[in-house]
């Protein structure tokens, strides 16, 4: 390399390459003929609602039977967002007023939001380096008020299931699994979402696969799905499929209006089929750069519970301190591989949930929110979990796009190669 050349970017020197490398938006990316075929078929049809119209296409009917197919699931709902899917999936389990739900401290806010909406209080755990739900953490956590945990499989990794789901049934709890970021992913062979009560997924425009907004809930159990189908259609069941399953006479519920387009479920269905080849490209990709990054001085690639099951959707390694994470990130950014430390932007961490540091959760164990007579600790503070702030404040993200070549995973070890030389 020449002097140029090794010079960082960032320092005036010549970056590994021209262009940066595609986004972190797989499915969206590859929108083409299949789903525009798909919405000109609704559009067409003029019925454009999963209910009824002139011509109706079933496309939402459609996504959910696919969904549940491919993803292993009895049942499958499709709801307006995967905010939507936990929030019909956690009040699909009965979660409401006063009962505590345990969230990872390292989450999309809308796993805690979700909670949040259904007036219970979300509690906090510390991740381990697996940037998911530390399972040794999670007992402590655990009070008589606590109906749920949820862990949430985070950048593409399925949390350590095994160990989670053996401290749920000790405690009798259920368990919720936010598999938004890793659609299609699979922990010890089976696809993620399939291991608690309820899966829920996103659909939004970042994820795997992508209606632009758009959700799904999975259930193997038929009264849990009924329950969703109620309360994401206004307390109602117009699914065919129930009618044959549920009883005469099952409990009513209030539900609201979470229902998909069948606009966006067309978009849906095309994108379903491009899933796996959508992940087996971000997994060669993730393998490639792993070979090439591996054995680099200073960097410890992201260690996960099952790394079979990763959708390759990003790559993640940690560096031994936070100003030299921070410093890398913007180096790699520079040499035209975008790059992030995501602890220190945008709603992924307790510590930046402003909207919920110290509030007085509602809570059987405390009082409500804005209680006068409150006494106890269940506020939300920042450095409430220095473990967390530690591990994420190390880590450096880089999204795989399915589509990138072989010449462009190269360029991302040529890059990190060349920042961990001049930098750690
Ligand atoms: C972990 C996690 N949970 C939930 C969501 C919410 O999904 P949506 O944006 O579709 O509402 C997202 C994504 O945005 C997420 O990353």
């Known amino acids: ?37 798909q919405v000109l078929e609704v559009l ?17 009917a459609e996504l959910e039977q696919g969904f549940a197919r491919v993803i292993g699931a009895r049942h499958a709902l499709a709801v307006t967002s995967g905010t939507g899917a936990l929030i019909v999936g956690l009040a699909a389990l009965g979660v409401g007023p006063g009962d505590e739900v345990v969230v990872p401290a390292y989450t999309w806010v809308a796993t805690v939001n979700a909670v949040v909406t259904l007036g219970a209080v979300p509690v906090f755990v510390d991740i381990d380096e697996s940037l998911t739900m530390d399972p040794t953490v999670l007992e402590a956590a655990i009070t008589p008020a606590t109906v749920a945990i949820v862990p949430v499989h985070m950048r593409g990794a399925g949390a350590d299931l095994a160990a989670i789901l053996a401290v749920a049934e000790r405690h009798g709890l259920a368990v919720l699994e936010d598999a938004a970021q890793a659609v299609g992913g699979h ?90 080849w959508i992940i087996g490209q971000m997994r060669a990709h993730k393998a ?14 992201r260690p996960l519970p099952d790394p079979e099951g990763d959708t390759g959707a990003t790559l993640i390694f940690s560096v031994p301190t936070p100003e030299a994470a921070t410093r890398f990130a913007q180096a790699l950014t520079a040499e035209n591989v ?58 450096v993200h880089i999204d795989l796009h399915p589509l990138l ?15 961990a030389t001049a930098i750690l």
């Open 288 to 301: 490639r750069a792993v070979r090439g990054i591996r054995g680099t001085a200073g960097l410890t690639i």
């Open 187 to 276: 922990y010890r062979g089976r696809r993620l979402g399939t291991f608690g009560k309820i899966g829920c997924f996103s659909l939004q425009y970042h994820k795997t696969i992508t209606t632009g907004e758009g959700g799904m809930v999975v259930s193997d159990d038929t009264a849990l799905y009924e329950r969703a189908v109620r309360y994401h259609d206004q307390g109602s069941v117009r699914v065919e499929e129930l009618d044959e399953l549920i009883p005469e006479g099952s409990p009513l519920l209030i539900g609201v209006n979470y229902r998909m387009s069948e606009l966006t479920a067309a978009v849906g269905v095309a994108q379903l089929g491009k899933m796996d």
């Open 44 to 60: 067409e049809s003029q019925s454009l609602y999963r209910h009824y119209g002139p011509r109706p296409r079933r496309k939402t």
């Open 1 to 37: 390399m020449s002097d140029s050349g090794r010079r960082l970017a960032l320092d005036g020197g010549t970056p590994v390459r021209r262009e940066p490398l595609l986004p972190g938006w797989p499915g969206g990316l590859l929108i083409g003929d299949a789903e525009k075929a």
């Open 338 to 395: 975008r790059a992030s430390v995501p602890w220190t932007s945008g709603q992924h961490v307790y510590y930046h949930f402003d909207q919920l540091i110290e509030r007085r959760f509602l809570s059987r164990r405390h009082c409500a929110w804005e209680c006068p007579h409150y006494q106890g600790k269940a506020t939300l503070r920042k450095g409430q979990f220095p473990r967390t702030d530690e591990i994420l404040r190390r880590a």
């Open 405 to 419: 070549a072989e010449s462009d995973v190269d360029d991302i070890v040529t890059a990190v190669d060349k920042v």
